[in-house]
DNA sequence: ATAAACCCTGTAGCAACTACAGGGTCAAGT
DNA sequence: ACTTGACCCTGTAGTTGCTACAGGGTTTAT
């Protein structure tokens, strides 16, 4: 009656991630990925686990985290190693950065939706995005 | 009567900009930023809209933006030589993945904040970080 | 049992910086 | 005028974060 554990090869864990094949072993390399069970023959045997981790990985590097910085992510959320002000001070941290990060974006946005908007009504853009993000 | 535009320096305008005074010089070298003038000597002579475009390069490689897209982003605001509606698509396939970006980041940020509340709080934390961006 | 599709390790290439080396420029102080 | 120190120039080599082979072993499906 043990249930069993869905697993995935690396080509699997590739495709359902969208992360590469050879980015999720250079993730492993530099201890970003806990290294994964092995079949007899030496082939990576995936869990759920290593998934969703590398799902949030990618999800973070498109938000222009660098791998220093989501080891400290990641490792916050397995913050037993660590006393309670520790994991409050690095989150204060990050959380200023990603505030910061979401300003920008609206204003990009904004810039964006402007543009495309004069487009529609059919009146020349004088499209200011650089002005977005200087002020 | 002729009023003086103010020039700085590649390391004046690297410390008003923030971007390292190399990589002034390397985004010039990919046709990023607009070759500056050039004194007697030959040195590079900036002016206001080289450190405009410094900073919203920097901004949106901090959002994870490649220097392709920032390109793309860049050329929008000189769309002279395009049509609107390929202004138009341009800006929407941008806008999209900006407004991804945004819920991305606004999920990492109740996260966050909610693991810096229970630090407050002082119960333990269980901090399911990862989460925050698999689902 | 044999082929196709995948995996292994290791190494080499690319993008986007970053940091020299070896020499020239410039501005400030004497 | 001259020196000195901080800066600039070009070119090249190193770093990070991937990405793509090469040469060989494993797995799976027929």
Redesign the pocket.
């Known amino acids: 009656m043990n249930s069993k554990i869905r697993s ?7 495709k359902v991630t969208n ?9 492993e390399s ?1 201890g ?1 990925l806990q290294p ?1 069970a ?7 045997i995936y869990i759920e686990e290593h998934l969703q981790r590398l799902i949030f ?2 999800r973070s ?1 498109e938000l222009g985290f ?5 080891k400290d992510l990641i490792s916050l959320s397995d913050s037993s190693d660590r006393s309670c002000s520790q994991v409050r001070d690095l989150s204060a941290v990050h959380l200023r950065s990603i505030k910061a990060k979401i300003r920008d974006l609206k204003k990009m946005e904004k810039t964006l939706a402007d543009m495309i908007k004069q487009c529609d009504a059919n009146t020349t853009p004088t499209c200011p995005i650089i002005g977005a993000l200087t002020s």
């Open positions: 995935y090869s690396r080509a699997q864990a590739a992360v590469n094949a050879e980015t999720i072993r250079y993730y530099c970003l994964p092995r079949s007899a023959g030496g082939q990576r990985i990618r590097r660098t791998l220093k910085e989501i």
